[in-house]
């Protein structure tokens, strides 16, 4: 029985035993007794009745607001080829959805475009504790018959913006995201020396604050916000990052966002024959080229 259903039922219970105790306290009539008992109940099962419908109509409401949202997500999720996956990194959630999502992406693609801060959550030269990214893209490089392409743009290590949050998230110990760069740099070029016949790593820095850390594959992206996210890090780790602790959107090849994302990266990494566009490049962007093909030029990816 709801729980309303029983606290009215004690209500009328007790008006009940108090109406007795006055018929008999009072020496009343029974046919003075009977109307007023009868009046009782009236009002005291109108009352349930009309708190009952006003209940029942919020339920309704609440149902209704829910899956007026959830139908909204769906709609503008198919429209606009996008879902969402938890966050790559957090206390409370399980990360593996976004990892087992990215690795299988990998699996099925020739080449990956990474814009990152560091990178060194995926290129590491720790291979003791390899991230599953790295794991994946090992994979790949091993079973893929033609070349596999990685186009890496992370932060200058010298430059403002790594300087700036370094400080942020580590202020006894500001040169660490420089140095984080330093060793991811190091483990890619390791890894493109190791497997130069099978894999081609083409490495640039930038030097601005970014709106957002992405991988893209031929057939999907992922996109991750950036945020200051200080209140979220892991309280038991001083050197906690603050980045991916926010949902993943889940792209398909294609969409808006997927097509948005490729011009952007091949505009930072690539020289454009317009100066003024050259000039913001270099200028505002701070684009460098730390090694790689120099022929080479990283194209748009492919929906087909």
């Excluded at 003075?32 to 006003?54: D, G, H, M, Q, W």
């Excluded at 080449?111 to 720790?126: A, E, H, M, V, Y």
């Amino acid at each position: 029985m709801k729980k309303s259903g029983i606290i009215f039922l004690f209500i009328a219970f007790i008006t009940f035993i108090l109406s007795f105790f006055s018929f008999y306290y009072f020496q009343q009539s029974l046919h003075e007794t009977i109307p007023a008992i009868l009046a009782e109940a009236t009002l005291i099962f109108l009352s349930a009745y009309i708190v009952e419908r006003s209940l029942l109509l919020d339920v309704k409401n609440s149902i209704t607001r829910y899956f007026k949202n959830e139908f909204d997500i769906l709609k503008y999720s198919s429209e606009y080829s996008v879902q969402l996956l938890p966050p790559r990194r957090s206390t409370t959630k399980n990360p593996d959805v976004a990892y087992r999502a990215i690795c299988e992406a990998i699996s099925r693609s020739q080449t990956i475009k990474l814009f990152c801060t560091s990178g060194l959550d995926i290129f590491s030269q720790n291979t003791a504790h390899a991230s599953p990214l790295l794991k994946a893209v090992r994979e790949k490089i091993n079973a893929s018959k033609n070349k596999f392409t990685i186009n890496v743009l992370s932060a200058e290590p010298l430059g403002s913006y790594s300087q700036n949050r370094g400080f942020l998230e580590n202020p006894k110990y500001p040169n660490y995201l420089s140095d984080d760069v330093n060793m991811m740099h190091r483990a890619l070029h390791q890894l493109s020396q190791i497997s130069s016949s099978k894999v081609a790593c083409n490495c640039y820095t930038y030097d601005f604050t970014p709106q957002a850390w992405f991988i893209l594959t031929e057939t999907e992206g992922f996109v991750e916000t950036y945020h200051f996210g200080l209140s979220r890090r892991d309280p038991t780790d001083e050197n906690s990052p603050i980045g991916g602790r926010v949902p993943l959107l889940h792209l398909t090849s294609g969409s808006d966002l997927w097509r948005a994302l490729n011009e952007f990266f091949d505009f930072l990494v690539n020289e454009n024959v317009d100066k003024e566009l050259e000039k913001i490049r270099k200028d505002y962007f701070k684009i460098k080229k730390v090694f790689g093909s120099s022929a080479e030029s990283v194209g748009s990816g492919s929906d087909d």
